[in-house]
């Protein structure tokens, strides 16, 4: 099992910048991907970004953030951030971290989110 917590929400106003980050403990045999997902008011969650864990970090963002948000990771402490920038109303959600992972070697791939970290961005 791979255990997730969320830090950095809060509330800013609009072109602000905010930073999330989020932790993963446990001891699986790897991870594979780590990402973020949203879910906005009255909406259905939805993909920010997602980075891969090999050498070369491939990342993958959503039109509606590509250019003001960035993900990154940090290989030692496990930890995905997700700097956003340019902050939008639009913006607002609860924020998911999400990381694909397999427990042991040969194992199938599983998935874990972690709690949410509300962001609120006012105009």
């Known amino acids: 099992q791979v255990q997730l917590v969320e830090s950095g929400g809060g509330l800013v106003q609009a072109g602000g910048s905010l930073r999330l980050s989020c932790a993963a403990s446990?001891?699986?045999?790897?991870?594979?991907?780590m990402g973020w997902y949203r879910r906005a008011p009255g909406k259905q969650r939805e993909l920010v970004a997602t980075?891969?864990?090999?050498?070369?970090?491939?990342?993958t963002y959503a039109d509606s953030v590509r250019g003001r948000f960035t993900i990154s990771r940090a290989y030692a402490e496990n930890t995905v951030y997700l700097q956003m920038a340019s902050l939008k109303p639009d913006d607002t959600g609860v924020y998911y971290c999400?990381?694909?992972?397999?427990?042991?070697?040969?194992?199938?791939?599983?998935?874990?989110w972690g709690q949410g970290t509300r962001v609120t961005v006012f105009s």
């Open positions: 999400k990381v694909y992972y397999q427990q042991y070697e040969q194992g199938p791939e599983l998935g874990s």
């Open positions: 446990g001891t699986p045999f790897s991870i594979n991907v």
């Open positions: 980075i891969t864990t090999d050498g070369d970090g491939t990342t």
